[in-house]
């Protein structure tokens, strides 16, 4: 569901509501459940592709360790 603005549209339900940050302070204070849902998920998605990030090119902590053993 959008709700129409001149601007722009505002996602009023669903998943998209709560991927969405705050629209204001007062925002975060009021809806503080769909502001705790949005730190949890763009925490937990950055935690993810970090950790996606060092794993896939082989540059992990262990990697890189046995490379210094090796040298």
Not at 29 to 38: C, D, G, R
Not at 49 to 56: P, Q
Request: glycine share 6%.
């Amino acid at each position: 569901m959008l709700s129409t603005n001149k601007q722009h549209l505002h996602p009023i339900g669903g998943l998209c509501y709560y991927l969405t940050p705050p629209e204001s302070f007062q925002d975060m204070l009021t809806k503080y459940i769909h502001t705790l849902l949005y730190i949890v998920f763009m925490l937990g998605s950055c935690a993810y592709f970090s950790r996606i990030w060092i794993d896939i090119p082989g540059q992990s902590a262990k990697d890189v360790a046995r490379q210094l053993k090796e040298q």
